[in-house]
């Protein structure tokens, strides 16, 4: 894997904000600021046939990022109300934040994935950690004594606010952009309505926080659907091969080559995961999601995570254990 652009890739590894970028004729990133952590979502704006332009992941909502996207739209010679459509990878706030602004704007409707849509207006993106946490301790065999650690902080730190018209997506269609085409490709896994948008005539791969350069990416991050979201990931994971030989344009960090080797190392990440929950199972299989979390390994270590990261290490470990147990007998994991 190596970095497409010189100069976003050296402002990634200052942790600055990388000026936009046109980096395809009519198609630019702006990097749109978030939190410390995770200093900037990228923004994608795509110039149609037609002068008008297309935002892709527009950023987390706050008065200076409006100012933001409005400065650097007019440094493209475009404003605000040359908008024509809104569309977002998924449902978190750092992707689709600014989306219900923007619409609103130019009576537009928000382009989502019709699983991503169904748990924002659910409040589904939010209720698996923060809906009943009592239910959740007892379920997740938390002791007494801890119970507490669940609790401190803001579970609802990645709401999104619900934008007042919304279109659903499809797996497969192509967006309406004049003289463009951008297709959908749905890959649930990060959230279950997570979606890629493939630019095929640019050899090109928007991917959202589906696959990072830098980072492995959450897994079933809101939403309680059906499928095992571990599962779903690695199924979608293996879905962009035919995108390996392209360009990615991901969420965060920056734009790069060789999406093959970067999947391989993240799938083996997800596995060796897998491997080690398998192997806590097989020692102590009566024990707790609590009690198989505390044995796993957590960067910057179990007793440290704060309560939105344990948490998300409690719900992680239980899909875990429901992918591993759903695995088909003497299948080997690292
Ligand atoms: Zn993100």
């Not at 990097?31 to 410390?36: D, E, K, T, W």
């Not at 977002?88 to 219900?100: C, Q, Y």
Request: glycine share 12%.
């Amino acid at each position: 894997m190596r970095p497409a652009s010189a100069k976003q890739y050296a402002q990634h590894l200052n942790r600055g904000i990388p000026d936009p970028e046109e980096f395809r004729p009519g198609i630019w990133s702006f990097a749109i600021p978030f939190l410390p952590g995770v200093p900037y979502t990228l923004c994608y704006v795509i110039e149609d046939s037609a002068n008008g332009f297309h935002v892709i992941d527009p950023g987390a909502d706050t008065p200076s990022n409006r100012d933001r996207l409005k400065m650097n739209l007019s440094s493209i010679g475009a404003d605000l109300g040359d908008i024509r459509s809104v569309a977002v990878t998924h449902l978190h706030r750092d992707h689709l934040g600014l989306a219900a602004w923007l619409i609103d704007q130019n009576d537009l409707a928000l382009q989502l994935h019709v699983d991503d849509e169904e748990d924002l207006i659910s409040g589904a993106s939010n209720a698996r950690y923060s809906d009943d946490l009592e239910a959740l301790g007892l379920r997740w065999g938390v002791p007494e004594n801890e119970r507490k650690r669940l609790h401190t902080g803001s579970a609802t730190a990645g709401a999104s606010p619900i934008p007042a018209r919304i279109r659903p997506l499809d797996d497969g269609e192509v967006l309406p952009i004049p003289g463009r085409t951008v297709r959908v490709l749905h890959t649930p896994g990060h959230t279950r309505g997570h979606v890629c948008f493939s630019l095929p005539d640019e050899g090109l791969l928007l991917s959202g926080d589906h696959v990072l350069p830098h980072l492995n990416p959450g897994i079933g991050r809101g939403g309680q659907g059906g499928e095992n979201p571990v599962g779903e990931y690695l199924f979608s994971l293996d879905r962009l091969a035919q995108h390996d030989d392209g360009e990615t344009a991901p969420g965060h960090g920056y734009r790069f080559f060789d999406l093959g080797a970067r999947r391989t190392r993240i799938r083996d990440h997800v596995l060796r995961r897998a491997g080690e929950v398998a192997q806590a199972l097989k020692s102590t299989p009566q024990a707790t999601t609590w009690g198989l979390a505390s044995s796993l390994s957590w960067g910057g270590g179990w007793t440290n995570l704060s309560a939105t990261r344990l948490q998300s290490a409690l719900a992680q470990t239980e899909m875990y254990v429901e992918f591993v147990g759903a695995l088909p007998m003497g299948l080997h994991l690292p």
